[in-house]
């Protein structure tokens, strides 16, 4: 155990400094570093394969609610942002701006993509002519930026990678049902691949997407009570059809506005699985979206037939695609059990000399510690069966967190309190925006997503009848 | 064939106006369109799902060579990009710059990176420390940017996509290596997936990347007789690690300086496979490549069990991993025949009432026009022996036509004559790089690859004793 403490003590403490211990984690464990130009991040290859299994994820999700992918230029012409009034005055102030190119002072600015409503809609304003074009929905994946000044590895940085999605339907209720379907699959995305339950619900006026008619957001607790906005729909209304003037025959034969949905999920979604399942030796990731799921540690390797037997149980695994990596260098067993509890590979397998004999491997399970015998004639589906309850396991913890985070409150002080001591408060609000605004000038808490409209109640801060339960808390 | 006719009008004439007939296919064809930018594209669903089959292909590929996938930032320090002399020299004319972010303007200036080895290297020079951490292989698939004058869609525009894999060693021989092995895992994507056989070989001094000790390259040869360049690679030495003091303790425990390479192919490769396998009616896509293989047509679609039975194919198909589409909206089956041929779909199903009775389905090539009555009963297998079929043929073509482009001649004038009648000309060349220059300037015509060192003849242009067989050719 000497080894382990020693180890661990490179990592900050995540009970007394959380911050500290996040950016060791995603730092030490090659996530991520940082780029050279302040506020940039490189994604390392470890990290990098977790976005990936989340693009595989949405991918096959995006194409059964029929959505294709495409790709857009990233440059929009200044006049483009300006054109959706509370679009622009919500992103001007955190746009890259190109201003020559080529040797030549360009004639019309170029924002560098904060998202890409404006550009794709002009693209949309050309292709659809008549209902039967409708809905067209494409999707991009690609890099954003947003000129941040506190930025954080994942959580907030100039650059960022993302994916878009766009649609245009031909009423309301379309583009309003896709919103939510879409949440649905980012909710069952984080559920499913990353083991992270959510609050989703509605945004409220004063939160919601600079230029939507709503936002639907999805709220991931981290472990110290901060929230993660972790994903956003919104239902565009036609505010960005009559901007970019998307008209199409309807079925009456008579032109109208289109209606509008985007939605999109980043790589901040890292930082939240970071943030949820990390604990004192660093990562922990959960099977479906590990980059590596089993390691094999061999014991004494030099020993005859060891090393052959951990390559004979990898190409096992593999074979069930079983993501598996053998660490056969020449670091000493404590230091790979160390550096891949670190990595959070969510189980391990040592095989020795004495495991061979027994026809055994020794697993050890990274979310509980436990250790257990597998016997390696039936190798490959008892370790599918660990990595299921192990996946299944984190996501019960995640879950019994979120829930203890929660605390429901009809007291403003009490909420107040407890959000500053890492909670999260369930409470009623009149709705108003004046009222909402003054509770976060006055204790920088916002609202995070509406529970459920409810005018049963008052107002946990101004007394007036509620409108709805919303949350609060601080956020990342 | 009246409609043919119609149709065909509609798609300028292959043999008289080629550049036209090039920019209808990719057009109409709804694989790319116009940005609103100048010289910016819109990667259409269409052109889209070629890229992402070509990024398939590719990533198992390099996963096989131990590469990893990665994400660099994009925005380059000025400084940067002036480290290595050739290549700042290389790219400085056609870059884009951002001069002001977050509402200030920048102490420096950023590029938008046009390739990204200053900032790969930057970072491998604090990963890097031991023989132990080499080689290092790291592919990003991203954006750039290079600012150019006259554009084509797919061919030449401001921003394109693009795969950059950079690698460090620890040797001469393993970053040499390493770019011909990459060239030929290039050269084999091109075969077995596009159908696109290549010229590949060493690009002489002149012609090689700013900054590369060695460029590999690989020529595709376009209907109209230019080449295109359709991928490189490059061996840079101890430039870029010079650049960036990318420095490792070698096996003797001396710090050195890493040995490097990088390697890339684009979205131009869509315009190679347009311009590589269309005809008179417009695109046809290779099967290994098409987004969709197979095109189900009902014939009297009212008629009772054909939309049935052609879902139930449908089904039988997807199931067999066949990229399959139905269009059973109201066109006419004339309409459709000529839509998905001007698409390349590869394979054609009709399925009608007489069919059904005869318990067949009646498959038209899109490569010969052959038409055959397939078994409904062996369906799948039937259908996925045609599209290998359809494939080896498209390839074969190809061969022939790159065959057929190829004029071997060690007389200058007749080098100029067929080059410029639409000929790639293979011919004796001293090496010298002011004779290859001089060449240029009197023709514009330049080399492309060397065929093979050979000093048995004499330079074609300058009579001095020849130092290669060196293919020359105009080019996209």
């Known amino acids: 155990m000497a080894k382990d403490k020693e180890f661990v003590s490179d990592i900050a403490d995540i009970h007394t400094n959380f911050p500290q211990w996040y950016t060791d984690v995603v730092i030490k464990t090659e996530m991520v570093d940082y780029g050279p130009v302040k506020g940039t991040m490189v994604i390392r290859p470890y990290g990098y394969a977790v976005w990936e299994n989340i693009q595989n994820y949405l991918n096959k999700e995006f194409k059964k609610q029929g959505v294709a992918n495409a790709y857009f230029p990233m440059f929009i012409p200044e006049s483009f942002l300006k054109r959706e009034a509370e679009h622009v005055e919500g992103f001007a102030p955190e746009v890259a701006v190109v201003t020559y190119a080529g040797g030549e002072d360009l004639a019309e600015k170029l924002i560098v993509r904060p998202t890409s409503e404006t550009i794709i809609c002009e693209m949309y304003s050309k292709w659809i002519k008549s209902y039967r074009d409708l809905p067209m929905k494409m999707n991009q994946w690609c890099n954003v930026v947003r000129w941040e000044k506190t930025t954080r590895p994942f959580l907030r940085?100039?650059?960022?990678?993302?994916?878009?999605?766009?649609?245009?339907?031909?009423?309301?209720?379309?583009?309003?049902?896709?919103?939510?379907?879409?949440?649905?699959?980012?909710?069952?995305?984080?559920?499913?691949?990353?083991?992270?339950?959510?609050?989703?619900?509605?945004?409220?006026?004063?939160?919601?997407?600079?230029?939507?008619?709503?936002?639907?957001?999805?709220?991931?607790?981290?472990?110290?009570?901060?929230c993660l906005q972790a994903g956003t729909t919104h239902y565009l209304g036609q505010n960005f059809a009559k901007a970019s003037n998307i008209k199409f025959l309807n079925k009456d034969e008579k032109l109208e506005y289109g209606y509008s949905s985007s939605w999109g999920v980043s790589t901040r979604l890292i930082g939240a699985l970071v943030m949820t399942h990390g604990d004192e030796r660093g990562m922990r990731m959960p099977p479906n979206v590990a980059p590596i799921q089993v390691v094999i540690v061999p014991i004494a390797s030099k020993a005859a037939g060891v090393i052959d037997k951990c390559n004979e149980i990898k190409t096992l695994l593999e074979n069930s695609d079983i993501r598996v990596k053998l660490d056969d260098s020449n670091n000493t067993p404590g230091w790979k059990f160390n550096e891949y509890e670190m990595k959070g590979v969510p189980l391990r397998l040592e095989i020795g000399p004495r495991d061979i004999e027994n026809g055994v491997a020794t697993a050890v399970r990274r979310d509980t510690h436990e250790k257990s015998q597998l016997n390696l004639g039936d190798i490959a589906n008892l370790v599918a069966n660990l990595l299921n309850e192990i996946q299944s396991n984190m996501l019960k913890q995640a879950e019994e967190n979120m829930k203890n985070a929660i605390v429901e409150t009809d007291d403003f002080n009490t909420m107040v309190d407890q959000v500053n001591a890492g909670k999260v408060a369930l409470s009623y609000h009149c709705g108003n925006s004046e009222c909402e605004s003054e509770i976060k000038d006055k204790t920088t808490i916002k609202t995070r997503v509406i529970h459920s409209l409810d005018n049963s109640h008052k107002c946990i801060y101004c007394g007036k009848p509620s409108a709805y339960r919303v949350y609060f808390g601080k956020q990342y």
């Open 157 to 226: 940085t100039s650059e960022f990678l993302w994916q878009e999605g766009h649609t245009v339907y031909d009423s309301e209720q379309g583009a309003d049902n896709d919103a939510k379907t879409m949440m649905e699959v980012y909710q069952n995305c984080l559920k499913n691949l990353l083991a992270i339950p959510t609050l989703t619900g509605r945004k409220t006026e004063n939160e919601k997407f600079a230029g939507a008619v709503a936002t639907y957001g999805m709220e991931a607790i981290m472990k110290d009570g901060k």
